[in-house]
């Protein structure tokens, strides 16, 4: 029974608004080459910057400046914004779904009486 409830949860949840609005956004990101160049070259950017770390070697102000001006760039991109904006709405909702299923097991916790189905 509660596999058949989560399938369903599943199920309701990809039909939300900000499911849907969150695909929308990331396809509208995955389809924007410009963007999809931008956020590689953050990513190995951070990645040298990661590297040079763990080798014990501190980065290059150049090189620091330049990863800040990549991500600023990134993070200036309007699909970019509107995938971020719909990632914390989505993640608004799952809290509330989640607190909703949080107060169900406290009252099926405190119920004395017990169900095998």
Known sequence: MIDDK???LGRLLGQSDEYRVLLRATDRMKEDLELQKQLAEVEQLAQQ????????QEPG?????????ALQTVQANPVYQQVVAAQANFEKFMA???GRIYDGLKKGAASPIITLS
């Not at 102000?61 to 001006?69: L, N």
């Open 49 to 56: 910057l990661e590297r040079a770390a763990q080798a014990g």
């Open 96 to 98: 509330k779904v989640n």
């Open 61 to 69: 102000k150049e090189q620091i400046e330049q990863y800040d001006r």
């Open 6 to 8: 989560a399938q369903e």
